[in-house]
């Protein structure tokens, strides 16, 4: 079965600096996805980044991006000038290709400082 | 708000008790799943319905009953909990074709077993 480890539990970064999550999976396979979840105090939980395994640029969407390296199974999220709503719980998935499941890892708790 | 709502949103119940979490989307997916959130604990994948079949249960105890009637609906049938069952329960969505697709989640039911 697949795995998804996240190393850190709790993360804490400056606003308006940088902070990096890291996140490393286990799969045999060669093509899938990996995403990355926020998950507020409110518990909806919402999707930040993606990333498919395929594509050798890593993904960007304004304040994230990620640094994918497949051959380590490494998919880290960097988040740019932190904001204070950045806080939440922030989760690691992994997409299942053979039969479409989703295995998040344990998730690492961000707080932002003002 | 990302399209599926869960009912209820907190839930007390007694270990000899029968409850049901009710879960719904209106995005025209054809994809739904139940996670178990426990603290410092990866998201458990529980159920996953593929075009209301069931497609995986993930060594669940059986006083866990999933329901599918339709694409839209899911539904969790409780009966004999024992208190380590207290947990966020998640239900989520999306499209079974496209790996690139997210899950989309509600904001959970609380559950506490007393």
């Known amino acids: 079965a697949q795995t998804v480890t996240q190393s850190q539990p709790e993360m804490s970064v400056q606003e308006a600096e940088t902070v990096t999550l890291s996140c490393t999976y286990d799969?045999?396979?060669?093509?899938?996805?990996l995403f990355w979840y926020k998950q507020p105090p409110s518990r909806q939980m919402i999707l930040v980044i993606r990333?498919?395994?395929?594509?050798?640029q890593n993904a960007t969407e304004n304040r994230f991006s990620v640094n994918f390296q497949k051959a380590a199974k490494s998919f880290s999220l960097k988040i740019s000038d932190s904001q204070l709503g950045d806080a939440a719980m922030y989760f690691c998935?992994?997409?299942?290709?053979?039969?479409?499941?989703?295995?998040f890892g344990a998730g690492t708790r961000l707080t932002v400082k003002p | 708000e990302t399209g599926v709502t869960q009912t209820p949103r907190h839930l007390v119940m007694g270990m000899t008790n029968k409850k049901s979490l009710k879960c719904e989307q209106h995005?025209?997916?054809?994809?739904m799943y139940w996670y178990k959130q426990s603290a410092k604990k990866p998201l458990e994948l529980m159920f996953v319905?593929?075009?209301?079949?069931?497609?995986e249960n993930n060594s669940v105890p059986s006083r866990f009953s999933p329901e599918c009637p339709n694409s839209s609906h899911l539904f969790l049938h409780l009966h004999t909990l024992q208190p380590e069952d207290s947990a966020l329960y998640l239900c989520?969505?999306?499209?079974?074709?496209?790996?690139?697709?997210?899950?989309?989640f509600g904001q959970g039911t609380r559950l506490t077993v007393v």
């Open positions: 989520a969505s999306s499209q079974v074709t496209g790996m690139n697709t997210e899950a989309f």
């Open positions: 799969t045999s396979e060669s093509d899938y996805y």
């Open positions: 990333q498919e395994a395929y594509k050798q």
């Open positions: 998935a992994y997409r299942d290709p053979i039969n479409n499941d989703m295995r």
């Open positions: 995005l025209g997916h054809n994809a």
């Open positions: 319905y593929n075009f209301k079949e069931q497609t």
